[in-house]
């Protein structure tokens, strides 16, 4: 590893035998006081994803999805924890925003699953800090404030949003301390419970009341008969390590694809930040993503099987659909034969974790339950209206996800644990991770910390306003139609949270995109 850093950044990679790392700092503490008190890395994890949804509630929520991807010192598993669109769902509309917008939420689900099958410590010691947060406040970050105050001018007419998340009539600033105790008795709750009060008790019967109240299909049977699944993961070979993901319905498999495409070319005949380099990643990923779009659904649904559309010859088909030299407007092929957070810790006995949760668009759905402080997600949102799509709108259904956690093993071992929050970025995002990581050898914080590229559509690609303008250019020579962006702006290029073994511990990166921070011991 190459612990040389060639771009502009306020921050050096974290070296620990035991690390935790996420876009929160508050979070990234919360999960490290898990590790203090003898804890695993699940436990840590666990606590830092509660604790984030309180203070990063602009990207989850209690009423969030999520999926994982654990190694538990002996083998890989993956967890699918996101939910369905109601029983009765009777709309053919795809809503953005509002209860109409929200299927079951999962994450309670997953935190339950992960801490009995891996937890050492009580499930009610992984609430502890984020109920502190919650009760007695906690100083508001400036990025969070940021898309705070942009949600805030969306959402405030938004059932139980403004009486929830606008004190004073406005977003919190900066450095202004925000209480939530309605949240603090529901996370008490949860932790009491072990997570049944949120799917068939008292917390169960406010959000389905308030589903009834405002017209919504979402109701108390609903919520009870949510699982999770245990789902394993998905894999491709790329330079010499194995990358898994997690199944559909996640676009995950997307950045397997292009990474399959990729295994065609030498990339590593090209400088990392060349524009040959980047415009190879640019075409693959746009095959990979336009069969996600295709394709992916929940898979009880789709027409099309995972494997089928990572199969080594038809990876080599897509990849002949790829001019070194010539952006080109991809579509899907034909593989069958005939706001999210991310938070990822290690700890010295070799477990990593893997973990994200969502509410999709900047505080989801909008809707906070009232009196419970549960900001509800809109992933409904994902669902498409298209006729005979495997994800179009339906019942009982899961929709299309853009939240991936990512894994890296080598021959069979556990090598890196990484994600890249941010919509549409995040297959984008692993993709450029891995290649700069296992092709370039560069640093988790070095890889982190370069100038990304966002595939838009057609040959659209958003840059970020620090990439050399002589690569601008020369991506614009080749037919890429290039939107300079800054790195803070609405959408942004994500935010990525990587812990890679290192000799006999880790080393993390934390995106400077974010106020988040590695820490450890």
Same mark, same amino acid.
Request: glycine share 12%; proline share 6%.
């Given at each position: 590893m190459?612990?040389s850093n060639?771009?502009?950044t306020?921050r050096?990679?974290?070296?620990s035998?035991?690390a935790?790392a996420?876009?929160?700092p508050l979070?990234?503490?919360a999960g490290?006081?898990?590790?203090y008190?003898g804890?695993?890395?699940?436990?840590?994890a666990?606590a830092?994803a509660?604790?984030?949804t309180v203070?990063?509630?602009?990207?989850?929520?209690?009423?969030?999805d999520?999926?994982?991807?654990?190694?538990?010192g002996?083998g890989?598993h993956?967890l699918?924890a996101?939910g369905?669109s109601p029983?009765?769902?009777?709309?053919d509309?795809v809503?953005q925003?509002?209860w109409?917008?929200v299927?079951?939420?999962? $994450?309670?689900?997953?935190?339950v699953?992960l801490?009995e099958?891996?937890g050492?410590?009580p499930f009610?010691?992984?609430f502890?800090?984020?109920i502190?947060?919650?009760e007695?406040?906690f100083a508001v970050?400036p990025?969070? $404030?940021?898309?705070w105050?942009?949600?805030?001018?969306?959402?405030?007419q938004?059932?139980?949003?403004?009486e929830n998340?606008?004190?004073?009539?406005?977003a919190?600033?900066?450095g202004?301390?925000?209480?939530?105790?309605?949240?603090?008795?529901?996370?008490?709750?949860?932790?009491e419970t072990k997570?049944?009060?949120f799917?068939?008790?008292?917390?169960?019967?406010?959000?389905?009341?308030d589903?009834a109240?405002?017209?919504?299909?979402?109701t108390?049977?609903?919520l009870?008969?949510?699982?999770?699944?245990?789902?394993?993961?998905?894999?491709?070979?790329?330079?010499?390590?194995a990358?898994?993901?997690?199944?559909p319905?996640?676009q995950g498999?997307?950045?397997?694809s292009?990474l399959?495409i990729?295994?065609?070319?030498?990339l590593?005949?090209h400088a990392p930040d060349s524009a040959?380099?980047l415009?190879l990643?640019?075409?693959?990923?746009?095959?990979g993503?336009?069969?996600a779009?295709?394709?992916v659904?929940?898979?009880?649904?789709m027409d099309?099987e995972?494997?089928e559309?990572? $199969?080594?010859d038809?990876?080599?088909?897509?990849?002949a659909n790829?001019d070194p030299?010539?952006a080109?407007?991809?579509?899907?092929?034909a593989?069958k034969?005939?706001g999210?957070?991310y938070?990822?810790a290690?700890d010295?006995?070799g477990?990593?974790?893997?973990?994200?949760?969502?509410n999709y668009?900047?505080?989801?759905?909008?809707v906070?339950?009232?009196?419970t402080?549960i900001s509800?997600?809109?992933?409904?949102?994902?669902f498409?209206?298209?006729p005979g799509h495997?994800?179009?709108?339906?019942?009982?259904?899961?929709?299309?996800?853009t939240?991936?956690?990512g894994?890296v093993t080598k021959?069979g071992?556990p090598l890196?644990s990484?994600?890249?929050m941010?919509g549409?970025m995040?297959?984008?995002?692993h993709?450029?991770?891995i290649?700069?990581m296992?092709?370039?050898?560069?640093?988790p914080?070095a890889a982190?910390d370069?100038?990304?590229?966002?595939?838009?559509?057609?040959?659209e690609v958003a840059?970020e306003?620090?990439m050399?303008?002589?690569?601008v250019?020369a991506?614009?020579?080749?037919g890429?139609?290039i939107?300079r962006?800054?790195?803070?702006?609405?959408?942004?290029?994500?935010g990525a949270?990587?812990i890679?073994?290192h000799?006999d511990?880790?080393?993390a990166?934390s995106d400077?995109?974010?106020d988040g921070?590695?820490?450890g011991y």
């Open positions: 190459d612990f060639p771009y502009d306020r050096g990679p974290l070296l035998r035991n935790v996420t876009s929160q979070a990234a503490q490290l006081a898990m590790l008190q804890g695993n890395a699940v436990d840590a666990l830092a509660i604790a984030l203070v990063e509630p602009t990207g989850n929520g209690l009423g969030s999520a999926f994982a991807i654990v190694w538990d002996a890989l993956g699918n996101s369905r029983a009765g769902l009777a709309s509309k809503a925003r509002g109409d917008s299927t079951v939420p999962g $994450a309670v689900s997953g935190w699953a801490s099958r891996f050492a410590l009610e010691a992984l502890a800090p984020a502190g947060y919650a007695n406040g970050s990025i969070i $404030a940021r898309l105050h942009l949600g805030g001018e969306v959402l405030s938004q059932p139980g949003f403004a998340f606008l004190p004073h009539g406005r919190p600033r900066p202004e301390t925000f209480h939530n105790p309605a949240q603090a008795r529901s996370l008490r709750l949860i932790a997570g049944e009060a799917y068939t008790g008292t917390l169960a019967d406010k959000i389905a009341d589903a109240r405002h017209g919504a299909a979402l108390r049977e609903d009870a008969t949510h699982r999770v699944d245990w789902c394993g993961t998905l894999q491709t070979g790329y330079a010499g390590v990358v898994h993901e997690i199944p319905n996640g498999i997307a950045a397997l292009a399959g990729l295994e065609h070319f030498d590593a005949a040959q380099a415009h990643q640019i075409e693959a990923i746009k095959l993503l336009a069969d779009e295709g394709f659904a929940d898979p009880a649904h099309v995972p494997e559309m990572l $199969a080594p038809y990876l080599a088909r897509r990849a790829i030299d010539l080109q407007v991809a579509s899907k092929g593989p034969h005939g999210t957070v938070v990822t290690a010295d006995q477990r990593m974790v893997s973990l994200i949760q969502s668009m900047g505080f989801g759905s909008g906070v339950v009232p009196g402080g509800l997600q809109n992933r409904g949102a994902g498409v209206t298209t495997a994800n179009r709108i339906g019942p009982g259904k899961r929709p299309f996800h939240i991936i956690p894994f021959d071992a890196m990484f994600g890249v941010g549409p995040q297959a984008q995002g993709v450029q991770m290649t700069r296992m092709v370039h050898q560069q640093s914080q982190s370069a100038p990304r590229w966002r595939f838009v559509s057609g040959r840059v306003s620090s050399p303008l002589k690569t250019e991506l614009e020579a080749m890429h139609k939107v962006e800054a790195p803070d702006n609405a959408f942004g290029f994500g949270q990587l890679a073994r000799i511990g880790y080393v990166g400077h995109r974010k921070c590695a820490v």
